[in-house]
């Protein structure tokens, strides 16, 4: 049974899962009909609590987990039994998107970990009362993606330089629309090198992508080389979750090839295969019902 402890929604509204007016999980003002369900139904024997990943700061994390475990430990007592066997404590970690280099304030896998077990010492006692699974969601994948796109055309308007790329809002929802999850970008030339802006200096550039709405817009006011030319490439940094999987067909746009590399046992030369294939325009008319 999924649990919303309504502890907070942390930094983002839109997905936080532990706010007191939460859609997700059974809340804990219902403490008592939850109780009843788990006398009523003895084939439940497990509590989920998923307080969210990004926007989550470490305290939101360890108190939803507390309270887990501590409702678990109130219904084992009542019931006289070890009904309760697994706890879910699942939401994940979440994602540094403005660097890849930790520091203090970095919430790690280990880290995490480490203060559950000052927390919650009781849940790591041998034997084990609880079986604990989780997920860490983005954590695991958001820095093994990025997403390169030729900048097809750039201009100036209003004093700020545009540069419009082929993925936008289709790839980046909850960055366009929403505007939280602002990811990085880098500019490289059509032959693989990579312009830092040190040698010709940066301005403020905007990177849009090519659907027909204002909010279309990838990385805001971001300073990059001065001169962006047509034909450079952009790469879109941490792009390993929330991007092709919610990718949209809004405007026809068909889904991108995915590429995944890695490298040969023998620590040879990178072994460069296709993931996702690539829509063609064919597969997006046949989406439409036109053969």
Not at 147 to 168: C, M
Not at 195 to 200: C, M, P
Request: glycine fraction near 12%.
């Amino acid at each position: 049974m999924r649990i919303n402890p309504q502890i907070g929604g942390g930094r983002i509204k839109e997905t936080g899962t532990v706010a007191r007016n939460s859609k997700f999980g059974v809340p804990m003002e219902a403490k008592n009909d939850i109780i009843s369900a788990f006398k009523e139904y003895p084939w439940l024997n497990s509590l989920h609590c998923h307080c969210g990943s990004q926007g989550c700061e470490m305290d939101l994390l360890l108190t939803g987990a507390s309270l887990t475990v501590s409702f678990a430990d109130e219904i084992n007592g009542i019931l006289g039994k070890r009904r309760i066997k697994v706890l879910d404590l699942g939401g994940g970690i979440p994602v540094d998107y403005d660097k890849d280099v930790e520091d203090e304030n970095t919430i790690t896998p280990e880290r995490y970990c480490a203060a559950l077990e000052d927390k919650i010492p009781g849940l790591f006692q041998d034997p084990p009362t609880y079986n604990i699974t989780t997920e860490y969601g983005r954590y695991v994948s958001s820095k093994a993606g990025i997403v390169v796109s030729r900048v097809e055309y750039t201009k100036d308007v209003g004093g700020r330089g545009i540069a419009t790329i082929h993925a936008g809002a289709d790839m980046f929802l909850r960055t366009c629309y929403t505007k939280n999850w602002p990811h990085r970008v880098s500019v490289w030339d059509s032959e693989g090198n990579w312009r830092s802006g040190e040698v010709e200096g940066t301005r403020k550039w905007d990177v849009v992508g090519p659907l027909c709405f204002s909010g279309d817009i990838v990385a805001e006011n971001v300073d990059l080389p001065k001169e962006l030319r047509e034909g450079d490439y952009i790469a879109v940094h941490d792009t390993g979750a929330y991007t092709i999987g919610m990718f949209s067909a809004y405007n026809s746009r068909q889904k991108p090839v995915v590429f995944g590399v890695g490298e040969w046992e023998d620590g040879g030369e990178l072994d460069i295969g296709i993931m996702v294939e690539g829509e063609k325009v064919e597969d997006t008319l046949r989406g439409w019902g036109v053969e």
